[in-house]
Structures are given as C-alpha cells and as structure tokens.
C-alpha cells in the first residue's frame, strides 16, 4: 500500500470539511478524488503532502517512498531557461554522466591494479546510470518539452517572463521528470491545450507509479482513472472505475439508498399503525404486544434520508420563435494580426438544430471568428449571412452584459421580472450561486463569478442561435451536467469553442476543426472526430482539400443495435408487466382478507358487548340458565376474537 488515509478529519471556522475520510492508492493506483465546488478537494491533498495538518486521523507513505505534488497555482520562477530548469531534475544522472566520462579518461592513462579497480567502479556506476534512466533522460526531457507545448525555440527562453500558466507547465514538466512513485495533481489540464492534455493522458496512463488527481476534466478522468473517491458531505465513497463508470454507479447507490430509506420509512409507519391498532383494541395481550413492537421500533438503525439532487434545478433553453432552416453561411473569411495571420479561406454553413464545437490549437483564432460573427471584430476579407429570424444570444469571456451596481438576484430579476423567487433561485443555484450569494453586488464578484452569472442570463434567453465562448469554464461538474441537459434539450442551433471534451462529446452533433488555412469538418461527437482525425488530416492534406466533411459510417450499425436494444426492452417489459400485474392480485388479496378480518373482529366486539349488557343485565341475575349459556358464549366469542387478533397482526405485516 502505497499510501494510506484514515479517518482523516478536517474542521474550519464554517465548518466540518472533511469527516473521517478513509481511502488508500495503492502502487498501480490511477484515483481521481471528484466533488462539488467546496467539498474538500484540495484540502484533502494539501493534509496528504502536509501543507495541512488534519484535526484527526493519519497520512501515512510507504518507507521509501517518493511522491510530487502539484497544487494548482503552483510555477516555477527562477532566472534559469525552461530547458536547464527542467535538466536540473536530472541533476543526479548528469554527475553520474560526469563520473563515467572521467573514468573513461582515467582508464586511458593507467595500467594493472589500477586500471581493474577503476574498471569496477566504472562499470558498478554504469549499472546504476542505465537503472536511473541515464541512457533515455535526454530523450525523456524532448518529450516532456514538446508534450506540454512548449516549441523549441522557446526552450531557451527565461523563466522569470513566462505567462502564469507557462510556468505551471513548467512546474509539471519537473515533477513529471522527477519519477515519483506518487504524483499528486491538482488540476494539471487548466493551463494545457488539447493536444497537451492528450499528451498528458497518455504520459500518466502508461506511467509506472500511482497517480491521484483532483480534476473537474471528465473526459481526462474517463482516460485516465481507475479509482474514483467522491467527496460529499465530508465524507468519502469509493468507486472502481473511470467517471463514466463511477457516475453510473453512484446513480444506482443513490437510487438503492433511496429506496432503502423509503421502505423503511414504510415499515415504520406500518409498525406505528399495527402499534396503535393492538393498542385499540384495550386488552392485555394486544397492548403487551404493542409495547413490544414499540421496544423494538426503538432499537432499529435508522437510515439517514440520502441527499437528491434538486430535480427543480434544471435549465430549460427555449427559443420563442423558430429560425429558417439556413442558419449561418461563412465564406472565405479571414483574419490577421499585423504579419500574424490566424485563418484564411474559413468557409462553413450551420443548419437549424445543429450543435457545432470549435476546436483548434490555441492561437488559430476561435474566439475571435466568434467575435466577428457577432460583429465584436472585422474580418480582413470575407463575408457571413444569417438566416431567416436567426436571433443571436452570445456569451463572451471578456464582455459580460452586467451591472456592477446590481446585485445578483436583481440581475437576473430586472431582465426576466416574469420569473418567480424559486425559478431565479434555482438558476442561481445551477450556476454555484446559493444561499445569501444571491445578493451579492455584481463589482464585487471575481472574474469566474461573472462569467458564471452572464452565463446563467444568456441560457434564460429565448434566442435561437447560442454562440459561446467556453462555457463551462468555472463551472463545478454539476453544473456543467446541468448545462448539457439544457443545450441538449435545445429546439435552437448551438456555435460554441470549448476545450472540454466530456462536454463536446455529450453535446455535440458536428466537429470544425479550425487549422490556418480554414476548417476540417466531422459529423459526429468527440470520440468520432479522434477515431477519424489522423485519417481526415491526412485526407485533406493530400487532396489539398480544406472542407472535408466525413460522413458518420455508424449510423446504419447503430440503427440496427437500437432496434435489437428496442426488441430486448419491449420483451422485458412484457415479462415486468406480468409480473407486476400477478404482485397485483396477491396484494388485492391480502387487503380483502386484512379487511374481512377487521369485519369480523368489529362484529365479534359487538357480540361480545350484547353478551356482557346480558350478563350486567339485573333482571337476568335469577336465571341461572341464561347465565351459564352467556358464559359459554362469551368463553366461545372471546376464543374466536383471540384468534382473529392473531390473524389480523399476521395479515397486517
């Protein structure tokens, strides 16, 4: 066991975080820890490494062990290149290096017992220089360099002018180099573009340590997990499996704890109901079972009611009127920066319905064809129409619709005054925005916190035409779950860029690739454009083709699966409904029988208060007879009601 966390417990000012969380890597371990914004994450990595110490509980290594940490605002800032920062991890191998080279030179001047004894330290050294990767580090170094996006003209570059998140890689690059036997992320894909974040997947899937990764990329989890650590409430669920896999199986827990707490909520107010019909019926027997069905109510363990997700907190995009069918028609558009040219020849239409992703290398210029179709920028050349009634609802990173005066309640209620509390509420929930958050004034939010804000706006438009800009930058993964509900459920057309695949992959109906020179088209999700793009590129280079759209070869395979999936349902259905319908009769049965008992028992106390009036009666006290034969009956009437006492409690569980 490579690491080992027990009953870890941290607790601040506002509350308890982290409450006995439990959970260990081992060796091989690829874990990612997931939860809501707040849940404890980052906490929870910062008490491993020791930046935090935990109130209660123990961290504890294997001997020996080595792990790297990367938190997420961590850089390296130093006078040094990237490319010696990065060789000064391998500082160790370059002295063995050093070493070998003088032996070398050595050898070459000495004989006899000298020679052998140098002879064997040279070879005792070069045995541990190939152990330590001496032969391939220099190898290592280029594909680290190249993997996290770094050219290498810029390999010589100072450290100390590098971008925020130039020197985060950086930062990565090193600790990737130094080999740990754990390596602690927390969120590494932030600062990289999609071909390092490919690049990243790969490099830690094959990796011969153990990985644990706090991360709100999906799709990276789904490469890359086999262990997933939920963290909800302060607590720790574990998970075999990648996200898909952990989100399926913590959707049949909660509907099984679900269930679990129903039917026992059930079975105790069944057993309050049985308790107080023994009680009714006033007799010494029925009320000592009714205490002893009390005694043992009271010792049952009681299930906590699960959390549910808010089925009120959802979006509903609906455009009030319907576009043509022509949405958006691109032609030859291009784009330069001074002698810096981003795109040319960028031609493309959009139909209704469609949901279409960008994607492309940082710097191609994606956001800025997004500014000039909503007339932010010009073009240098070219042209693009709208269709007929297109109305266009944009979301821009860098110009939010918002005033800083208002708070956020007000924001959203001064555009929209037709929608309720709760329904503003709840928007402003789904966008992480709960509580006494809801009156914050818009100039005090951070930057994420008003990308969040005119996102939530811009989805309660009723626009026909969605344009965004990463939309799901800043958003936890519940939120981004709630935003795909919405855009798929969408009747409009959607245009956005993202860098979130689980996202473009969920959403999308087509891929354009953006490229210099204009867009390579996929008609298909995320995982069609990957399995299609080598063979595509390569079309399209070869031809000299820009445009070329690649039509979706499963369609017709899929159409079949779903009809033999049709086919299997509709007869598993029939099965169900005969099934339910036999539970049915039983059930019917059981409540006609529970109800002829309680008739019967109802019938035998009204005959068993005739015989009693009886035999209080004063003018019956001289008939000796009658009295004995009222007795009798009510010797033979109380047998019976005994009896169905006992039936009724048997019918009744």
């Given at each position: ?251 049949q827990r909660r509907i099984a704890e679900l269930h679990a707490y129903l ?25 000592k079972r009714a205490e002893s069905r009390e005694k043992m109510l009271e ?302 028992i109802a019938a035998a106390e009204d005959k068993l208060s005739e015989i ?42």
């Open positions: 066991m490579l690491l080992s966390c027990s009953n870890i417990k941290v607790e601040f000012v506002t509350g308890v975080v982290l409450d006995n969380v439990s959970f260990h890597i081992e060796s091989n371990d690829k874990a990612a820890i997931v939860g809501i914004n707040g849940a404890g994450k980052t906490t929870l990595l910062r008490a491993i490494v020791g930046e935090l110490e935990p109130d209660t509980g123990v961290v504890a290594f294997e001997k020996d062990s080595t792990y790297g940490y990367l938190a997420q605002d961590a850089a390296v800032n130093t006078d040094n290149t990237i490319w010696d920062e990065l060789l000064s991890v391998k500082s160790d191998i370059i002295n063995m290096e050093k070493r070998l080279r003088e032996f070398e030179e050595k050898m070459s001047e000495v004989t006899g017992a000298e020679l052998d004894a140098l002879l064997e330290k040279y070879q005792t050294l070069s045995h541990s220089f190939k152990l330590l990767g001496g032969e391939t580090y220099m190898s290592e170094l280029y594909g680290v360099l190249r993997g996290l996006g770094f050219s290498e003209d810029e390999y010589q570059k100072k450290i100390n002018v590098l971008s925020g998140g130039q020197k985060t890689r950086v930062a990565l690059g090193k600790m990737l180099l130094a080999s740990p036997d754990l390596i602690i992320l927390d969120e590494p894909t932030n600062h990289l573009d999609l071909n390092s974040i490919t690049w990243l997947e790969t490099y830690l899937k094959n990796y011969k340590g153990a990985v644990l990764i706090v991360s709100h990329d999906r799709y990276f989890l789904d490469k890359i997990a086999n262990k997933i650590i939920e963290l909800e409430n302060g607590k720790a669920t574990e998970y075999t499996g990648n996200y898909s896999d952990y989100s399926v199986k913590k959707e039917n026992q909520q059930r079975d105790i107010k069944h057993q309050e109901a049985v308790i107080e019909k023994l009680k009714s019926f006033n007799r010494e027997k029925s009320i010792k049952i363990d009681r299930i906590e009611k699960p959390a549910t997700v808010n089925a009120d907190m959802k979006l509903v995009l609906t455009p009030h009127c319907q576009s043509g069918n022509d949405v958006l028609k691109v032609e030859d558009l291009a784009k330069s920066y001074g002698s810096h040219k981003l795109f040319e020849n960028v031609n493309f239409e959009i139909k209704r319905g469609e949901h279409v992703a960008i994607l492309g290398d940082n710097g191609t210029g994606k956001t800025t064809l997004l500014k000039i179709l909503n007339e932010l920028e010009k073009a240098d050349a070219g042209s693009f129409t709208l269709g007929s009634k297109v109305e266009i609802g944009y979301y821009d990173q860098e110009h939010h619709v918002l005033h800083p005066e208002k708070n956020l309640y007000e924001e959203i209620a001064d555009e929209y005054p037709y929608l309720t509390i709760t329904e503003i509420r709840n928007t402003l929930a789904a966008f992480l925005f709960t509580g006494d958050d809801v009156f914050k004034l818009v100039r005090d939010l951070s930057g994420g916190e008003r990308g969040r804000l005119s996102l939530a706006k811009l989805m309660l438009s009723d626009c026909n035409f969605l344009i965004l800009d990463e939309p799901t930058n800043h958003l936890d993964i519940r939120s981004k779950e709630i935003l795909e509900t919405a855009i798929n459920s969408y009747e409009g057309t959607v245009l956005y860029v993202s860098h979130d695949r689980y996202f473009i992959n969920k959403t999308a109906t087509r891929i354009l690739e953006l490229t210099g020179k204009g867009f390579v088209n996929f008609i298909g999700n995320y995982d069609y454009y990957v399995e299609k793009h080598e063979d595509v590129i390569a079309a399209a280079s070869a031809n000299g083709i820009i445009n070329t759209a690649v039509q979706n070869e499963s369609v017709a395979s899929s159409d079949s699966s779903d009809a033999v999936t049709v086919g299997e349902t509709t007869q598993s259905s029939a099965l169900d409904w005969k099934a339910q319908k036999a539970l049915a009769a039983e059930k019917k049965k059981k409540e006609n029988a529970l109800k002829k008992c309680e008739e019967a009693d009036a009886q035999l209080n009666d004063s003018s019956n006290g001289n008939n000796v007879a009658l009295l004995q034969e009222l007795t009798r009956d009510r010797e033979s009437v109380s047998a019976e009601l005994e009896k169905l006492y006992e039936e009724w409690e048997t019918l009744a569980e």
